[in-house]
């Protein structure tokens, strides 16, 4: 697997995290590790991009679902461009 961003795997867990998931599903949507998950569900739930539940699931919120789609834009910006010769 090639290196991520920050931001990509935010983006990967909160897409694994979209309609609710527990920590396991998301962690292997996301293909994160354990200490990896833990660490990123912090701080996506201290900057309101998901919600957790007493059930133990975990929920994009609407200010998430935004930054997908943001993160999603970025990424068709930055498409490399293919050499011709």
Known sequence: MRYRSR???A?????AA???A????????AFLSYAQLKEYLAVLI???LMAHD???IYRTTSKGIKF???SRQ???????ISTQK
């Open 11 to 15: 983006s990967n867990i909160l897409e």
């Open 74 to 80: 970025l990424g068709g910006l930055l498409v490399p």
């Open 46 to 48: 201290q900057n309101d």
């Open 18 to 20: 979209n309609g609710g």
């Open 22 to 29: 527990t920590k396991t599903k998301i962690m292997y949507r």
């Open 68 to 70: 997908i789609e943001s």
């Open 54 to 56: 007493i059930e133990g």
């Open 7 to 9: 931001t990509e795997l």
